[in-house]
Structures are given as C-alpha cells and as structure tokens.
C-alpha cells in the first residue's frame, strides 16, 4: 500500500520569497509521484511528475521537487512566489508498475500576501 | 491543449434520487477514472476503466455506482439511489495509458453533486 503525507495544511508567504510544501510518502515498491494544483472552482493540473529519472524534477510555473529516497520525502519548491500561485496542492503517489490508482494526500493551501 | 470536459458543473439531487454525471475523456485516451473530494477531505480513488470493463474499483465504490462508456466520446458515473453522504466533487480523469508513471491522467474541472 502507498500513501503521502503533506505536512502543512496552510502555507503563507509573501509575494516574491520562496515556497516550500513539504510532502512525505510511504510505499512498498519504487514510486511514481506527482504534484497537482488546484485553483478555486477548477479542476486539477498536474504540476510535475517523478518516474524513477532524474530525482530533481522541474515542472511548470516555475516549480520545482527533488526526490529524496533516504527521507521518503518529495517537497515541493518555488524560489519567487507570485499572486497567481494562491492555490491548493496534492502531492500524489502511485506504484511504479502499471497500478494506475492515485492515491492523494490532504492538500496544501497557498496563501501569497501581497 | 485537450482537455476533459465534465457535465454538468453542478448537481442538485433529492435523496433517493438516480443521478449520472456525464465526462469527455481526451480523444486519443484509453483509461477512465472517476475520483471524488468530499467537503474538506481529500480526494479518493472510486473506479478505473479500460477496454469497456472496471479495471480497478474501490471500497467506496458498492453496488449503488455503476461506469459505463456507451459510445465513443463519453464516460459516465451513475448514482442508483442517492444518499446525503455522496454529497461531493467529483472528478474524471483519463489517461493514455494504464502505465501512471510514464503516461499522467489529466482532470476534469469537476461536478459538484449535492444531495438533499
């Protein structure tokens, strides 16, 4: 079984200064993991993904993750936060042959303040 | 960009009620899913599907849901009888291929299902 834990249920940063959303996952067998983003009212955009290549994934809008064997963990990171980064995101595992279930953590809300 | 369309955007139901939430997977897509997040909580795995069988379901998918693709655009989920707790958003998803890790599924922007 896998599962993820996202550390923080509320991020608040200023605009301009870095973010980081940490995310821990737990699985039997090498996983694939994934962030998505959701905005108010819309549906969810995968933000990157990890496949067992390069532990340092670059996604779009600027994120970034770096898969950490050793720490289980797959946070999340952005160097200059933006207004239009305020949203909710789902670190995300599944197994890494063929099982196609998702399975997501609780979510992480962004706050940018102005 | 292609993208997966679900109607409607908002469910309103009376308890006891069937109800069918309607999605357009992307076109050249071969796996169907259906998630649901209720209020608060995270979002849940309910079914996968594939060549025109449940490939996968979950505990929370019983004998009140049904899938079906009846032609070739269109995927649905059906609620028999509905009760207060399906209240929820729920999501359809599609992928290319079965294989999560080289293949991502895309959202839909979701149906809000409430029940009354």
């Known amino acids: 079984a896998q599962s993820v834990t996202q550390l923080d249920s509320h991020v608040s940063v200023s605009e301009g200064t870095p973010v980081l959303l940490r995310c821990n996952y737990s699985s039997s067998y090498s996983p694939s993991l994934f962030w998505y983003v959701q905005h108010p009212n819309k549906g969810l955009q995968l933000l990157l993904k990890?496949?067992?290549?390069?532990?340092l994934v670059k996604g779009i809008n600027g994120f970034e993750a770096e898969f950490k064997k050793s720490e289980t963990s797959f946070h999340l990171t952005k160097p200059s936060a933006h207004m239009s980064d305020a949203a909710e995101y789902f670190c995300v595992v599944t197994l890494n042959f063929g099982n196609e279930k998702l399975t997501f953590g609780t979510g992480t809300r962004l706050t940018i303040i102005p | 960009e292609p993208e997966v369309t679900q109607t409607p955007s908002h469910q309103v139901t009376q308890m006891g009620q069937e109800v069918i939430l309607r999605c357009v997977p992307i076109?050249?897509?071969?796996?169907f899913y259906w998630y649901r997040q209720i209020l608060g909580q995270k979002v849940e795995f309910l079914v996968s599907?594939?060549?025109?069988?449940?490939?996968?379901k979950s505990e929370i998918f019983d004998d009140q849901f049904s899938v079906e693709r009846p032609d070739g655009s269109n995927f649905t989920l059906k609620i028999r009888s509905t009760k207060l707790e399906d209240s929820a958003m729920y999501f359809c998803?599609?992928?290319?291929?079965?294989?999560?890790?080289?293949?991502?599924?895309?959202f839909g922007d979701g149906t809000r299902l409430s029940i009354l």
């Open positions: 990890y496949t067992s290549a390069a532990t």
């Open positions: 599907f594939y060549n025109n069988e449940i490939s996968e």
């Open positions: 998803a599609s992928s290319e291929g079965g294989r999560v890790s080289n293949q991502p599924q895309h």
């Open positions: 076109s050249n897509h071969l796996y």
